[in-house]
Structure formats: C-alpha cells, structure tokens
C-alpha cells in the first residue's frame, strides 16, 4: 500500500510544470516588459513637457555661460528624486493593498470555496531580487529617456529659442 503514495513534492513540482503554470508566468512576464515600455514612454512624455517648459530658461542658462553637462545633471537629479518618491509611495501603497487583500480568493467560486480559503495559509512573499531588479530597470530606463530628452533640447540654437519662446 505504501507504493501508491506520493510524496507532496513531486504534486507540487507536477504542477509547477503544467502549462497553466507556465502561462501565468508568461503573463506575469509580459505585464513587467509592458510596464517597462509604458514607463520608457512615459517618462519620454512628461521630461519633453517639462523641457519644453523649461526651454527659455535653458537657453538663458546658456547664454550666461552655464555648461550643459551641469544641466543634463540637474534635470537627472530632479528625475531621480522623482523616481525614489514615486517608489517609495508606490511601494507603501502596494504592500498595504497585499497585506489587506491577501486573504479574499481571486474568484468567488461559492460559500464552500470561500470558507476553505480562508483556512489557506496565505504568506507574502517578496522576491527581492527580481523586484531590485525590475526597479533598477525602472530607474537605468527613465534616466536615459530624460539624459536624450535634454541633450537634444540643449542642441538647439540659443538665440532661437531665447527669441521665439514667450
């Protein structure tokens, strides 16, 4: 009789290896790049507003005799603080969601279902790696979009832009 027993690992490692599995990590796979490209784009919008915004003074900056590498390291140090709060607020409001969502199921599937899940034992567990790595993605993408942003606006002609914006 002990023949027909198996062990919980070898269920556990079944279903790790099933193609429903496989499919959510796939679509877990795809919600990070689509985020990483939403982000890049995002933040290619809001820098080119903020620098069309800030085209006159630039310019100005220029003409007083201001190196534009201490403007693009200005306006990188603007986006970086802007990333660490938006991380750090998103983050807080994240885990917060997590802590009181963890025990309500993903599906309403009846009373029966309901009353099981709320015996699972439901623990948050961070990957630290991946999500150091995700937001390190963030950052390296939203400063390279800001870095070509202002690059490309201080390559204009400085009288141009000191006469023709208002």
Not at 23 to 30: D, R
Not at 77 to 103: C, E, F, M, N, Q
Not at 155 to 162: D, G, M, P, S
Request: hydrophobic residues 55%; glycine residues 6%.
């Amino acid at each position: 009789s002990f023949r027909d027993i198996r062990a919980a690992h070898e269920s556990i490692d079944k279903v790790l290896d099933s193609r429903a599995t496989q499919s959510i990590f796939g679509a877990y796979t795809l919600n990070v790049i689509f985020s990483i490209i939403c982000l890049t784009f995002g933040m290619i919008i809001v820098t080119s507003v903020r620098v069309r915004n800030l085209r006159k003074q630039f310019s100005v900056l220029r003409a007083l005799g201001a190196e534009t590498k201490s403007m693009i390291i200005a306006s990188l140090v603007d986006t970086s603080i802007g990333l660490l709060l938006a991380a750090l607020i998103g983050g807080a409001i994240g885990a917060v969601l997590a802590i009181l969502l963890k025990d309500i199921p993903l599906l309403y599937m009846g009373l029966s279902t309901t009353q099981l899940w709320t015996r699972l034992p439901v623990n948050l567990i961070v990957p630290w790696p991946l999500l150091a790595g995700i937001i390190s993605t963030a950052v390296i993408v939203s400063l390279v979009a800001t870095y070509i942003v202002v690059s490309r606006a201080l390559k204009l002609n400085i009288a141009e832009e000191i006469q023709y914006i208002g």
